[in-house]
């Protein structure tokens, strides 16, 4: 089946025509109307900021001091911001620009090279404090969501004291993200060492960035792919390097926690907005890159195309996922301005290279059981900077790839212009209770995940210690069953995040699947030990699971956590289980108690097992099988 002919039965069947598809269009709102043919001056909505370099210094400042101010403890809030600088100069030596980046919040240049727009400052995030004074309790372990992009970066302590001045903190953990950013001038630190004291950091994301020496220091996992790097100290378990010009060496370990993969297989840059030399909007799609090192910028422009901002519905909290539907069938790509999107019904790209990208952690929440989105068998389509929510209505799936119905896969995609997610998150609870069977499910070949943290969550505020049982609550109305399910053939993933899902965290059923990086929580919350057995009596299920049909797969650099801080009792068999098929290799795995249950192996019946006895001390395995 075509796309087109595809399309052309879903709008059937929806009860869509030509004529009421361009009545959704002329029935928008005329304040939410994408302003077409204004492409110097876009309406991107009131929640994303535009600074050029006339812009004073001291209003730049004190207007990222309340917006710091406002979403530093925002983590379960419906704000979204998206603060964007036009090319030119930002601080001077004598008064830098320093400012926080807090919750749901993107910080981007809008220059087509990262050196068109130099900020002299510090761009940070420092631990967050939830106790009192007597107790801060400051940790970096739930800064969750924003994102920095694009821009230059002249560190500069000026006016900070000693330990502040002394880096560029970024003490961050999942669905953060760094990209295509020049950073000199004093060290970058990914953890807060001056908010009482390290604390942990719990995972990131760099790629296309030329960076100075990094100290990682008590950041438990982390991903740097397609940069340079002029140094790198410490990291507790999992550092992975893929395409990192100056990656320091896998030879020591897991003395040393690093694992070093040459050449990236396949990258394709996420897109960006940027401004072009008349001052028209467009957005960048960079072109899919094979065996590379290095960032994409360095002897110029980023190879790709750029699409004029007017081929683009800029979508606005409120519009309808009808309306959002008729200008996809319009040929029409797809910009989410900031905010908070209910979807009712799926939002279908069928048509090949759409771009669908989202500004300032845009977030797509299911209702009524929908699945938000769902891509069809064509080449090039791009989903980018969108969190995809299940809602408190089961829905099977949150983004489907590819129309598989679970079983198998139909689209024999091209390896030249795979479908690509990146910067894609995924949320099961967290401001709401949340129902969901598979947030992620990948049924066509040839699909590139670029980063993504899909997670069932551990904590929020509402529906998760409402009762007398507790976390109990939590494992009976917070359902999701899988995090991530791939079909697809020759899939690839760089930057694999997914958390606390009741049966599969991860389950691979493609061949020839390659993943660089993988982290794992199991579920915190499983009541009893029956709660978590497999029908064959299997006490747990793996968090990275092979199907046994796998005849190729190889993972470089994956661990499994476990805390059943809800019952202790807990036993999971094993960490990862991968069919014995001489293609089949996994690289530098682990599995690790963090305080709380036991894992009896690493890998099918091999290593150690991790419980209360070696708290905090993983169970490595440099390679299995064995070599």
């Known amino acids: 089946m075509t796309a087109r002919s595809f399309h052309a039965r879903q709008l059937a069947a929806a009860g869509l025509g030509v004529a009421l598809i361009a009545a959704a269009l002329t029935a928008v709102p005329a304040s939410a109307a994408p302003r077409h043919g204004d492409s110097a001056h876009p309406d991107f909505g009131p929640n994303v900021t535009i600074y050029g370099p006339d812009t004073p210094l001291d209003q730049i400042q004190s207007e990222l001091d309340a917006l710091a101010d406002e979403q530093r403890d925002a983590e379960m809030s419906a704000e979204r911001h998206a603060v964007y600088f036009l090319p030119g100069d930002y601080g001077t030596a004598e008064a830098p620009l320093q400012f926080e980046v807090g919750y749901y919040t993107e910080v981007a240049g809008l220059g087509a090279s990262p050196e068109d727009v130099n900020v002299n400052g510090a761009i940070e995030v420092y631990n967050r404090c939830l106790g009192d004074e007597a107790n801060p309790n400051c ?8 994102t920095i992009s694009n ?24 669905a953060v993200s760094m990209r295509r950013l020049d950073i000199s001038g004093a060290n970058l630190s990914l953890m807060d060492y001056c908010t009482a004291g390290p604390q942990y950091a719990s995972g990131g994301f760099i790629a296309d960035s030329r960076l100075p020496f990094v100290i990682s220091g008590s950041q438990q996992q982390w991903l740097t792919r397609n940069s340079e790097v002029a140094g790198w100290s410490n990291g507790v378990w999992n550092q992975v390097f893929s395409g990192v010009v100056g990656a320091p060496s896998e030879a020591n370990f897991p003395a040393e926690p690093y694992t070093t993969v040459a050449q990236t297989p396949v990258s394709r840059e996420k897109p960006y ?45 409120g519009d309808s996922a009808r309306k959002i539907n008729a200008a996809l069938a319009l040929g029409k790509n797809l910009l989410f301005t900031p905010g908070v999107y209910d979807i009712d019904r799926t939002l279908q790209v069928w048509r090949p290279g759409t771009v669908v990208l989202g500004m300032g952690h845009a977030t797509l929440t299911a209702k009524k059981g929908a699945t938000p989105i769902t891509v069809a068998d064509v080449p090039g389509v791009v989903l980018a900077g969108l969190t995809v929510d299940a809602g408190e209505k089961l829905s099977r799936v949150l983004v489907k790839v590819g129309h598989g119905q679970g079983s198998g896969h139909l689209g024999k995609l091209s390896k030249k212009d795979p479908i690509t997610l990146s910067d894609v998150y995924f949320r099961v609870g967290g401001p709401h209770v949340g129902k969901a069977t598979t947030a992620l499910e990948i049924n066509a070949d040839n699909v590139l ?5 899909v997670w069932r969550a551990d904590h929020g505020v509402e529906g998760f210690t409402n009762g007398v049982n507790g976390d109990t609550d939590r494992w009976r109305t917070n359902t999701g069953r899988n995090g991530v399910i791939v079909n697809g053939d020759n899939v690839t993933a760089t930057g694999l995040f997914v958390e606390h899902f009741q049966r599969y965290n991860l389950l691979w059923k493609g061949d020839k699947g390659r993943v660089i990086l993988y982290q794992n929580e199991l579920p915190y919350d499983p009541p009893t030990q029956k709660d978590w057995t497999q029908r064959d009596g299997t006490l747990g299920y793996p968090g990275y699971v092979v199907g046994d049909d796998v005849k190729s797969h190889r993972l470089d650099g994956g661990g499994v956590y476990v805390f059943n801080q809800n019952n202790p009792s807990i036993i999971t068999e094993n960490g990862f ?51």
């Not at 821009?151 to 900070?160: C, F, I, P, R, Y």
């Not at 899919?288 to 683009?312: H, L």
């Open 273 to 317: 907005l940027y401004v072009d030399d008349a001052g028209r909007y467009k957005v960048r799609v960079p072109a899919v890159r094979t065996n590379t090192s290095g960032v994409s910028w360095a002897d110029g422009e980023t190879a790709g195309r750029s699409i004029p901002i007017s081929d683009f519905y800029i979508a606005k909290p």
């Open 151 to 174: 821009l230059s970066l002249e560190v500069n302590g000026a006016g900070q004291d000693g330990c502040r001045a002394s880096a560029n903190f970024w003490a961050v953990s999942q």
């Open 139 to 146: 940790i970096a372990l739930v800064n969750f969501w924003r």
């Open 449 to 453: 995940i670029d980063h993504t943290w």
């Open 577 to 627: 289980s991968v069919p014995d098929a001489p293609g089949v290799k996994l690289h530098h795995i682990m599995t690790v108690n963090l305080s709380a249950g036991t894992i009896t192996h690493v890998v099918n019946g091999v290593g150690g097992q991790a419980d209360n006895t070696n708290t905090g001390s993983p169970q490595f395995i440099v390679d299995y099988p064995a070599s």
